[in-house]
């Protein structure tokens, strides 16, 4: 791999880290039956293992989690237009919430609802058109707070919710909006999320914002990652990012109504920072170096590095943890080898306008491969453990080892040298 451009606001320091060093600190780390003397430093350099994971995640390679019965897109043909799926017949409905509710003082308003009964409900060519002129791109890793493995990170490409937003005239008492996706008209199928006004209104310099998303790498939406629109919150796990999105609602209930809270899930929990470890062949020949790979999504709280522990299968329960950092994947050299083609990184949020270089590595809410390499181990039974360590030097799992506020626990696995 080639050395990324140096840029001013980014530091290096945090993802290289000699190869070398790495293995020795992985032996010097006092674990019984292991060499000490691998790195001779006359011996052959090993290939280094290919970065396992691309940047992009291809359309088709993301993990699926999508309810419904069918799912909306098993849909084909005049079922698939019935649905209102197709570009020509997706519409999205913007309204403000009637219902009556105790907990409310005054209902929301807004002066300019869209809606298919009167033939103003929002069309993708206005969507489209939006986009000229206020449309944003960014990279974000998609993760369910439920799933110890990511989903996949695309490019994505939309209008802020904010922009679409000001379509509808006045907002009067809002207080949060929220939002489905086609679910066949079956309210036990309907899977909504929320977030609050301001959410929506106000972005923070530098932030990514909530918005309706139509390009994935470069490529219309495809009905499988929930186009032709999909509404992607850049800060929330998958849960917020709903597929198929058709209607968009304004409330002055002040409350998260979001189908996954009464699931037992935290509506409000960010994206976590979170290793994750790649399997391992069962059975690894002494003399070869043990490749550890693995993926990281930078949430919240950012990230510092991953580190691993590795200790033998027959060591006692209550020996010292030596946790040791591993290398993690550089910025590209070339952005254009890994944008889709026509995309410039000066273009996309969380990039220096100017170099077309990241502002921070890895990006915001978005995921790099990490890699260690094990040399000289003796033969037996290994375990090891990876972990994220965020920017307030909080390892994983804390700050927040409940797992309803987003899967994170330790991953562990196990091999032998033979
Ligand atoms: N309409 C709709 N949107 C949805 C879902 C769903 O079931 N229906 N699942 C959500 C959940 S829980 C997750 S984790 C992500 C998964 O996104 P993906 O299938 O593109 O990987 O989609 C979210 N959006
Ligand atoms: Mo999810």
Not at 15 to 24: C, E, I, K, N, Y
Not at 89 to 117: C, F, H, M, V, Y
Not at 357 to 386: D, E, I
Not at 399 to 407: A, E, L
């Amino acid at each position: 791999m080639k050395p990324p451009t140096p840029s001013h606001s980014l530091t290096r320091r945090n993802f290289v880290r000699a190869g070398s060093a790495l293995a020795a600190t992985a032996l010097a780390s006092g674990l019984p039956g292991t060499a000490q003397a691998a790195e001779a430093p006359t011996a052959p350099k090993p290939a280094a293992p290919a970065a396992p994971h691309p940047l992009l995640t291809p359309a088709e390679k993301f993990r699926d989690v999508s309810r419904g019965n069918p799912k909306p897109h098993s849909l084909k043909g005049d079922a698939l237009v019935q649905a209102r799926l197709t570009p020509e017949t997706w519409r999205l409905e913007i309204t403000a919430d009637a219902t009556p509710n105790p907990a409310i003082k005054e209902q929301a308003g807004l002066s300019t609802p869209l809606t298919l009964a009167d033939g103003t409900a929002l069309d993708l060519p206005t969507l489209l058109k939006l986009g000229e002129r206020h449309g944003v791109k960014y990279l974000k890793a998609m993760q369910c707070l439920n799933i110890p493995a990511p989903l996949g990170q695309g490019l994505w490409e939309g209008v802020p919710l904010r922009e679409v937003l000001r379509l509808c005239g006045q907002l009067r008492n809002v207080r949060r909006i929220y939002y489905w996706g086609f679910h066949h008209h079956d309210p036990k199928q309907l899977f909504q999320s929320s977030v609050s006004y301001s959410q929506a209104m106000e972005t923070a310099p530098g932030e990514l914002p909530a918005f309706l998303a139509y390009r994935l790498n470069g490529e219309p939406i495809s009905l499988v990652r929930g186009g032709p629109v999909r509404m992607v919150i850049p800060w929330a796990h998958g849960f917020k990012s709903i597929k198929w999105l058709q209607r968009i609602v304004v409330t002055n209930d002040y409350r998260a109504n979001d189908t996954y809270a009464e699931q037992n899930n935290d509506p409000e929990a960010p994206l976590k920072t979170a290793a994750y470890l790649d399997n391992l062949p069962a059975k690894i020949p002494a003399g070869q170096p043990v490749h550890l790979n693995g993926l990281v999504i930078s949430g919240l709280s950012g990230l510092k590095r991953v580190e691993y522990s590795l200790s033998r299968a027959d060591a006692k329960a209550d020996a010292p943890e030596h946790w040791t950092a591993t290398q993690l994947e550089a910025p590209p050299a070339d952005w254009s080898a890994v944008l889709p083609a026509g995309v410039s990184s000066r273009q996309i949020l969380g990039f220096n306008p100017q170099t077309g270089q990241p502002a921070t590595w890895p990006l915001r809410y978005s995921m790099v491969s990490w890699s260690a390499s094990l040399k000289g181990l003796a033969p037996g039974k290994y375990s090891v453990r990876a972990r994220a360590v965020d920017l307030n030097d909080f390892a994983q799992p804390e700050p927040r080892p409940i797992q309803k506020s987003g899967r994170n626990s330790l991953e562990t696995r196990e091999f032998e040298v033979v």
